[in-house]
């Protein structure tokens, strides 16, 4: 496949878009126009005087020029080219140069919903949106838990970071340091689950020590040994959920059960690219230093993850797509794979074969 001939209208077919896509964080979108990319589409996202987070499409209905590069009125946004006037529903409400609106003149307006984390914009059918709502993830805000993370672009498809995600057993390999000594010989067998458009799975490791640095967290031996438990959950395309548990015995029979949770928001924003938010969150050692001793551990644990990605995506690109050997351990992934194309099929009417195939192909890119 020719990437410059038909890869960019294909990939446009091999993500779901009846789905919901953190387009931004709620710190992000505020009373200046924020223009974002996602499926292809350019997006701009501004808050109305009373706090209300708009997405309209980021393009002026009179001439190819983005949105975001004009200014707010009041609750309205006006082109810094045309200077057409949009109100918050997309429809243009004022042209410069007549008093008569041109029919047609409008913009399309994308459902938003907010949770106070993160902006989450649908492109896909909206009378559909309301039926799916956004999964919940109260422990970015529970005051119980304390949260650290960054975001940022990824040069690698969607999928690719879902099957990343999907399988940590490769945590050892990419950084010995982070990864808890149980990954480093043969891990249980998964324990997965599925729905019609949802994977999860979970696994308990027999008593093993943990790193060196989460030890010293946690104030444990570090010769110590103690039962872990994995859990993970493709939510939907645009969300990936996962938790990693310590139990710690404090008394007979008492456990205390110490948490790591990671919350993954990628969406789609072009051939070959993903935007990347992460998130790690903990139920213990709440303070701040802790937080200034683990940022920098998972800042470069998922640096070196994005550049392993974006070297897995050239490949694609440059020499294509070729039939994988597969492992117990990518059983999540190659359902979620499936779910992907299903999903795809379903919205396109192309076969799920084709959907996968494509997802995959050089064209992607």
Request: glycine share 8%.
């Amino acid at each position: 496949m020719n990437p410059q001939s038909s890869g960019r209208s294909d990939w446009t077919r091999v993500h779901p878009r009846n789905c919901w896509y953190a387009v931004a964080t709620t710190a992000e979108v505020g009373r200046e126009p924020l223009g974002r990319r996602v499926l292809g589409t350019g997006v701009v996202l501004f808050r109305t005087t009373d706090g209300t987070s708009i997405a309209l499409e980021d393009r002026c209905a009179h001439r190819p020029y983005p949105l975001s590069l004009g200014h707010l009125d009041g609750d309205r946004i006006v082109s810094g080219y045309t200077g057409f006037v949009y109100d918050a529903r997309g429809f243009c409400v004022h042209v410069p140069t007549q008093s008569e609106i041109p029919v047609g003149a409008r913009v399309r307006a994308f459902p938003v919903h907010e949770d106070g984390v993160f902006v989450w914009v649908w492109l896909g059918e909206r009378a559909l949106a309301g039926l799916r709502p956004p999964a919940a993830t109260p422990w970015l805000s529970d005051p119980g838990w304390a949260t650290l993370g960054a975001e940022w672009e990824t040069e690698a498809d969607l999928l690719l970071l879902h099957e990343n995600f999907a399988d940590i057993t490769h945590v050892a390999v990419v950084d010995p340091y982070i990864a808890p000594p149980v990954l480093r010989s043969s891990p249980p067998p998964l324990e997965v689950e599925v729905t019609e458009t949802t994977v999860s799975f979970s696994r308990t490791y027999q008593p093993a020590p943990l790193p060196e640095w989460q030890a010293e967290l946690l104030g444990l031996p570090a010769d110590a040994e103690y039962v872990q438990r994995e859990q993970g959950a493709f939510v939907t395309p645009g969300l990936w959920v996962d938790r990693w548990d310590i139990h710690v015995e404090t008394a007979p029979n008492e456990t205390q059960v110490h948490t790591f949770r990671f919350t993954h928001a990628v969406t789609p924003i072009a051939p070959g690219r993903t935007r990347h938010a992460w998130r790690v969150s903990r139920n213990f050692a709440l303070g701040e230093q802790a937080g200034k001793v683990l940022l920098p551990i998972f800042t470069d644990y998922y640096q070196r993850v994005k550049r392993i990605l974006e070297t897995m995506q050239g490949v694609l690109d440059t020499d294509g797509p070729r039939k994988e050997v597969n492992v117990s351990a990518d059983a999540a992934a190659l359902q979620v794979r499936k779910i992907i194309g299903n999903m795809v099929a379903d919205e396109t009417g192309t076969g799920y074969r084709r959907a996968a195939r494509l997802s995959r192909a050089p064209g992607s890119r």
